[in-house]
């Protein structure tokens, strides 16, 4: 029998609800499941072995979280800000800088949750950065 882990996975904003229930689906079909998270005393996942890695974008990322990671889904995003400045600092600023350590790292996956609000007419900052990155991404593959 092969008890070997299909692999290791790295997940932002694993607190959050998309982030949560992707590290339980993970973590449950035998994936080494990273989360990172602002708070890595925070323990919302039913399934065990999911591991708390400190990622407060966009200045502090736990580097060793991406230590051969398969691949990482960046859920992580701010949607209640004190300003736009603030949103657009940890959102946008924060998604690059967690491109680029991703790279640096050589993690070959990096998957992006963006929304259906994210299209080039759209009036919210929400929409409007979520397509940004969108942008961002598609461009520098």
């Known amino acids: 029998m092969n008890t070997r882990s299909p692999g290791i996975i790295a997940v932002t904003g694993a607190t959050g609800f998309i982030g949560r229930n ?83 790292a050589g993690v070959p996956r990096f998957v992006f949750i963006s929304s259906q609000s994210a299209h080039d007419g759209a009036l919210s900052y929400y929409g409007q950065s979520k397509r940004a990155v969108e942008l961002r991404l598609t461009s520098g593959r």
């Open 22 to 104: 992707l590290s339980n689906h993970f973590a449950r079909h035998g994936w080494e499941v990273r989360a990172l998270v602002r708070d890595t005393e925070a323990r919302p996942w039913a399934e065990q072995g999911v591991k708390s890695f400190e990622c407060v974008l966009p200045d502090e990322i736990d580097s060793a979280a991406l230590r051969d990671a398969s691949a990482v889904i960046h859920c992580a995003y701010v949607t209640r800000h004190k300003d736009l400045a603030e949103a657009r600092r940890v959102n946008e600023a924060g998604t690059q800088r967690m491109i680029e350590i991703c790279r640096a």
